[in-house]
């Protein structure tokens, strides 16, 4: 057993409201990725447009919270906010399968890397968390956003990109705290047959 199987998982309100399709990543799929480098928080910057041979689940977030601080007034009733920590927490329980199935994981949001590495730390992940916090690739690639509290934040979608061109999209992403186990599902689709 590894030391994070030993920590709680946070549950999610049963009455969250769960986000609707509004199109705004229909036109994701096939896209080579930008020419954009972002600070990680293990290791060097990750430079998106050399991701691959193999496919990266890049999962963008909103925001994890702090333990003992508020979230933003009214976090609870945007549609897709909240659930950030468990979702997190499904792709480090998950790591060992999707690396299984070829896959590295990083997580992205427009936090500062100093508050991304207290949270991967607190969460003991084991892959890397990507700082952008202009939302240079929200801007590149016309991805959705909102704004609470003055802060610019992504809306949580997923991308796997295979030899640097958008595969597959995940949006909307609810629940998030499944997330993980749905795409490790469709990985194991695209696995080529034996026998």
Not at 57 to 67: A, K, Q, S
Request: charged share 20%.
């Amino acid at each position: 057993m590894t030391d994070y199987e030993s920590l709680p998982a946070e549950s999610l309100p049963a009455d969250l409201p769960g986000p609707v399709d509004d199109g705004a990543a229909d036109h994701l799929t096939g896209l080579r990725m930008p020419s954009i480098s972002l600070p990680a928080t293990a290791g060097p910057d990750v430079a998106l447009d050399g991701l691959g041979p193999d496919r990266t689940v890049l999962y963008l977030y909103p925001r994890t919270g702090e333990p003992g601080s508020e979230s933003p007034a009214g976090w609870d009733s945007i549609p897709g906010a909240r659930g950030c920590t468990p979702e997190s927490c499904g792709f480090r329980d998950h790591h060992a399968e999707l690396a299984d199935v070829g896959a590295e994981v990083l997580g992205l949001s427009s936090q500062t890397t100093e508050y991304q590495s207290a949270a991967a730390h607190r969460l003991q992940l084991p892959f890397a968390l990507l700082s952008d916090v202009d939302c240079r690739l929200a801007d590149a690639m016309n991805l959705p956003t909102f704004t609470v509290d003055g802060m610019r934040l992504y809306k949580r979608l997923t991308i796997v990109v295979h030899d640097g061109v958008v595969e597959h999209v995940f949006y909307p992403v609810f629940p998030p705290d499944t997330h993980a186990y749905e795409v490790l599902d469709w990985l194991r689709t695209q696995l080529p047959a034996v026998g």
